[in-house]
């Protein structure tokens, strides 16, 4: 499996109030959703209708429908995992993809290689520990961001804990061209951030813009240091306004990716419990 995604601990849930609430960290799928222009596009169709004729005739009434649902791996609010990048032919791990990728997807850190996430969570909210209400395109996040953001948010970063950063880029899910970074690329750390994050013992990362970096990328691939040489996935899509306004300083942090073998990424549905 390879990823550092630490296991269930029993103890996180004896840590919850009894006033404890749950929190929608996702965007519903729709077709009008933007998607970022190196995937395709999501899309739904009914397969079959209420009413449409069946082989045999149903004396009650009674009729059912169904749909055809094409998407990416990395469509609306996804998880990356540690096959979607490599480094000079080799995935994390030194895999080598030439020994792996297949016809059907790769045979080794796929999706379906992801665990249930059941983890603590810092939420840095660092558009507003910048005083704005969203970050610009292509501004990249510093460790002073995070420092300010983490002060704010009054916790610390421990080992094992998933770090979700709040750019305030969601306030564009509905203008998808400058949603997926078409108006000036989009907001996110730079290396010098993502290796503040890793020396902290972060093991899974996400923010609420579709590529997590600032893009376009002024330096090294933040994403390959992550998935390649760290073993760290990264999540993307996520909706935090919500949860980051609680200032929280940790949350219990859920998602569970879908099973999809051979994939580089899934569809997730997760949620904080404050």
Request: proline share 7%.
């Amino acid at each position: 499996m390879n990823s550092r995604l630490p296991g269930f601990d029993a103890k996180l849930f004896g840590a919850i109030g009894a006033g404890a609430k749950v929190y929608e960290l996702s965007h519903a799928m729709a077709p009008s959703m933007p998607v970022y222009h190196q995937h395709i596009p999501y899309s739904l169709a009914l397969h079959r209708r209420h009413g449409d004729p069946h082989p045999k005739k149903r004396e009650d009434g009674s009729s059912f429908a169904n749909e055809v649902i094409v998407t990416s791996g990395h469509s609306g609010t996804h998880i990356d995992a540690l096959g979607h990048f490599s480094r000079n032919g080799c995935l994390h791990g030194g895999i080598k993809v030439s020994e792996v990728e297949t016809r059907d997807g790769y045979r080794e850190l796929n999706a379906a290689d992801i665990p249930p996430i059941i983890q603590p969570a810092v939420v840095l909210d660092v558009a507003v520990a910048r005083g704005v209400d969203c970050l610009g395109p292509a501004e990249q996040i510093s460790v002073a961001d995070m420092e300010r953001a983490l002060a704010l948010s009054g916790s610390e970063i421990k080992a094992g804990d998933a770090v979700l950063i709040r750019t305030g880029w969601s306030k564009y899910w509905t203008d998808g061209e400058t949603f997926i970074g078409r108006r000036g690329g989009m907001p996110g750390p730079g290396e010098e951030a993502a290796r503040w994050l890793i020396a902290r013992g972060a093991t899974l990362v996400g923010s609420d813009t579709p590529g997590f970096e600032c893009l376009p990328t002024p330096g090294v691939s933040v994403h390959a240091i992550m998935l390649v040489d760290e073993g760290i996935h990264i999540m993307e899509n996520l909706n935090l306004d919500e949860i980051a306004s609680l200032r929280r300083p940790r949350v219990l942090f859920i998602a569970l990716p879908l099973r999809l073998s051979g994939s580089t990424g899934s569809p997730i549905r997760p949620v904080a419990i404050a």
